[in-house]
């Protein structure tokens, strides 16, 4: 793509995105308590996600082989 068409392109992008957030804006989504609103919700599905997951285990025992060689190893 030309450069020309590229900036042509952006250009028609940014002015549909300015249209979009004066419609969001019209309806209200960017108000204060629309964003706690959204943040809640984010927040509550997350939750419901670590709980579908069920609780994580932590393992405590790395007898792997672990990071690091053995003292008698060579290398």
């Known amino acids: ?9 952006l250009d028609r992008l940014l002015q549909l995105n300015h249209v979009r957030y ?3 804006l019209d309806k ?3 108000t204060p308590e629309a964003k706690r609103r959204r943040a ?4 509550a599905k997350a939750k419901a996600r670590a709980a579908a997951h069920g609780p994580q285990q932590v393992t405590e025992d790395f007898a792997d082989g ?10």
């Not at 793509?1 to 392109?9: D, E, G, L």
């Open 1 to 9: 793509m030309s450069p020309t068409a590229q900036t042509k392109v």
């Open 22 to 24: 004066k419609e969001e």
């Open 28 to 30: 209200g989504l960017h």
């Open 40 to 43: 809640a919700v984010r927040k």
């Open 66 to 75: 672990g990071l690091f060689p053995t003292p008698d190893a060579l290398f």
